[in-house]
């Protein structure tokens, strides 16, 4: 029996490779997100592949790989390169 072992935290390094060019704002909202490597696969894998249903299928997401999602696509939303003010 395989002992279980944790999970890699996420590193700016694959966030980059994962992600490619994106702004700094994303790539420190991310890293503060405390979030996996398996996260950010998920959510890269969520923003790959989406589109209308994959958008409405987003509630579906377990966190932190949701926030991630919304913080790799949040300037498409607002059409900005900067988040929106709360």
Same mark, same amino acid.
């Given at each position: /029996?395989?002992?279980?072992?944790?999970?890699?935290?996420?590193?700016?390094?694959?966030? !980059?490779? !994962?992600?490619?060019?994106?702004?700094?704002?994303?790539?420190?909202?991310? %890293?503060?997100?405390? $979030?996996?490597?398996?996260? !950010?696969?998920? $959510? %890269?894998?969520?923003?790959? @592949?989406?589109?209308?249903? /994959?958008? @409405? *299928?987003?509630?579906? /997401?377990?966190?932190? *790989?949701?926030?991630?999602?919304?913080?790799?696509?949040?300037?498409?939303?607002? @059409?900005?390169?900067?988040?929106?003010?709360?």
């Amino acid at each position: /029996m395989r002992a279980h072992t944790p999970e890699k935290a996420i590193r700016v390094e694959d966030i !980059l490779r !994962l992600c490619g060019d994106i702004p700094a704002w994303k790539v420190t909202a991310i %890293v503060n997100t405390a $979030a996996t490597i398996n996260d !950010l696969e998920s $959510a %890269v894998a969520w923003v790959a @592949g989406e589109s209308d249903v /994959m958008a @409405g *299928a987003r509630r579906q /997401m377990d966190e932190p *790989a949701a926030s991630i999602f919304d913080i790799l696509t949040a300037d498409d939303e607002t @059409g900005d390169d900067e988040p929106s003010p709360p």
